[in-house]
């Protein structure tokens, strides 16, 4: 999240067991909740999960590989990239190019991490094994991509928000690396997440307080834009969705996150020990750990959900060969 300083004109940035074990319950038609130790552990109560102050008030992405390792941007100082174990200890994963600062993280299909460069204009990708850092595709129309998400045929999809008018844009890159301009003159866009089988696209509206849904074509096309929800107050930020379609959604200055139906009701509200949550990502040996990068307090808290999230899911199934080689022929439940 970035917020715009009026009284100095001028942006300031602010906020925003490995998994190679058997995956119990995971199928190719969806994964359940775990019977018994669902039923037995204590859900959506958070806690911290790295010390605090570790990053700058600028901790974004976050992200899980396929491996249970957690990303954010900005640890110990701007324009880098954190890794944190399972266990919760961080160390320096990266140091993006000069210029260059980063938001939004995801994974694609081969593993490989992408990199919303705000600072920069691009989309930067990350080589994990040799930790050399690319440009993936650049946009000098763009004002600053903020949060990136993913659909599992590889196509990227990126909020561009103008803080200083509370105005954004909605922006598309290709497998081939081709940037499309979905969407312009929209409020100040900033969250946002693929649905599952690739079919819908929400999109968040932090200064109007507000979550757009599109239908998404195979080619990646928008249409049928509707009002998924709408808040009286408070911020929003990043959002991701679990298996079964729901979104999460961080309410920035309001120290919480909602658990929203595909529906748009509010199913679920997560206290948080932080009050400016700027992201959150799924993981854990089962993907029902969610991970909230807090920008107030400079680290991340944890808490379990009922269901796995769905990038989770996605990334895991193309890690063990599990599902079909394209990840958008797994179905989920419901789906």
């Not at 976050?62 to 324009?79: L, S, T």
């Not at 266990?87 to 490989?112: W, Y």
């Not at 998404?216 to 009002?227: D, E, M, T, W, Y």
């Not at 199934?317 to 080689?325: E, F, N, W, Y």
Request: proline fraction near 4%; charge should be neutral.
């Amino acid at each position: 999240m970035l917020v715009w300083k009026s009284g100095a004109r001028h942006m300031r940035r602010v906020a925003g067991g490995l998994l190679l074990m058997a995956l119990v319950g995971f199928t190719g038609s969806g994964a359940e909740p775990q019977g018994a130790a669902a039923a037995s552990e204590s859900l959506f109560v958070s806690s911290p999960f790295t010390a605090a102050g570790l990053f700058t008030g600028g901790i974004e992405g976050p992200a899980c590989d396929a491996r249970g390792m957690v990303y954010a941007v900005n640890f110990g100082r701007e324009g880098t990239i954190g890794q944190v174990t399972p266990a919760g200890q961080c160390s320096l994963f990266v140091q993006l190019p000069s210029g260059s600062t980063g938001n939004g993280i995801r994974f694609d299909s081969k593993g490989q991490m992408l990199v919303a460069d705000y600072s920069g204009h691009n989309l930067l990708q990350v080589d994990m094994a040799t930790r050399q850092v690319t440009v993936r595709a650049h946009e000098a129309r763009m004002s600053q991509p903020n949060d990136i998400a993913i659909g599992s045929d590889d196509r990227v999809y990126a909020s561009d928000p103008n803080w200083g008018k509370n105005t954004g844009q909605l922006w598309r890159i290709d497998p081939d690396n081709t940037v499309t301009l979905l969407e312009g003159g929209m409020g100040t866009t900033n969250g946002i997440e693929v649905g599952p089988g690739n079919a819908v696209l929400y999109v968040g509206e932090s200064a109007q307080r507000q979550i757009w849904a599109y239908d998404l074509s195979p080619a990646g096309a928008i249409s049928n834009k509707r009002l998924l929800i709408t808040f009286a107050d408070g911020g929003m930020d990043g959002m991701r969705c679990d298996v079964d379609g729901n979104l999460y959604v961080t309410r920035y200055g309001k120290g919480v996150v909602l658990k929203v139906s595909p529906a748009g009701a509010v199913v679920q509200q997560v206290a948080l020990h932080g009050t400016n949550p700027s992201n959150l990502t799924f993981g854990g040996p089962d993907g029902r750990t969610c991970y909230v990068t807090l920008a107030d307090t400079r680290q991340i808290e944890s808490f379990r959900v009922d269901q796995p999230g769905l990038s989770w899911q996605l990334q895991q199934a193309q890690s063990t060969g599990v599902a079909p080689a394209r990840w958008g022929e797994i179905k989920t439940k419901g789906n």
